[in-house]
């Protein structure tokens, strides 16, 4: 069964500094991988996802992750974070003919000003 | 409609009581799906429909669960017996397609059992 691990419950970092949420996944294969993020009282809105191809993804709001197989880590990345990033990020995945996503615990991101 | 809508947004009930949540998926989205959020968790699938039938039940907790797709569209998640332990935010996404990845969420409807 697939499984993801967010180590990070909480990361704080200031405006304009750079970013980067960890997510490692469990699966035989190659999965589909997703990255979500939440805004309190919000449901969950996709940045981005990985499929196969390029390993570096672009997503919305300027978010990039990398898909790297060899270290089974999927890590979302945003070059200048703005105070409005402030939210729960979760990763997630799909795996095999599962159409499931199992999701990590999430990262909770806080900006200061 | 625009987006997935999930009735009602809050739900208060008392344990023993039975509750119905609602989803309204986007039109022509064929696949469906619940998830519960408990507090500080990450979503948990609960169950899966592409069209009216439920093809992954596999996460629905016990038989006090049930959930129902008839016409293809609205889907209803149904609570007998509530516990306190089904406190959570239930949430519903929908997608074009089976892959799973890539659906639309719902805001979720928070469910309270005193």
């Known amino acids: 069964a697939q499984s993801v691990t967010q180590p990070d419950i909480h990361i704080t970092v200031s405006e304009g500094a750079s970013l980067e949420l960890r997510c490692n996944y469990s699966?035989?294969?190659?999965?589909?991988l997703f990255w979500y993020v939440q805004s309190p009282g919000q449901g969950l809105q996709l940045l981005l996802k990985?499929?196969?191809?390029?390993?570096l993804v672009q997503g919305i709001k300027g978010f990039e992750a990398e898909f790297k197989r060899s270290q089974s880590s999927f890590n979302l990345r945003k070059p200048s974070v703005h105070w409005s990033d402030a939210a729960e990020y979760f990763c997630?995945?799909?795996?095999?003919?599962?159409?499931?996503?199992?999701f990590g615990t999430g990262t909770r991101l806080q900006v200061t000003l | 409609g625009a987006g997935v809508s999930q009735t009602p947004s809050n739900k208060v009930t008392e344990k023993g009581k039975y509750v119905e949540l609602r989803c309204d998926p986007i039109?022509?989205?064929?696949?469906l799906y619940w998830y519960r959020q408990s507090l500080g968790q990450g979503p948990e699938f609960l169950i899966y429909f592409q069209g009216t039938g439920a093809a992954d039940d596999s996460g629905l907790p016990n038989d006090r669960f049930f959930a129902v797709r008839p016409e293809g569209s609205v889907s209803t998640l149904k609570i007998q017996r509530t516990e306190r332990g089904d406190s959570a935010v239930y949430l519903c996404?929908?997608?074009?397609?089976?892959?799973?990845?890539?659906?639309?969420f719902g805001e979720g409807s928070r469910l309270t059992v005193l």
């Open positions: 990985y499929f196969s191809g390029d390993t």
């Open positions: 996404a929908s997608s074009l397609d089976r892959t799973g990845g890539g659906a639309v």
């Open positions: 699966y035989g294969a190659t999965p589909y």
């Open positions: 039109s022509g989205h064929t696949a």
């Open positions: 997630a995945v799909v795996g095999g003919t599962a159409s499931k996503l199992t």
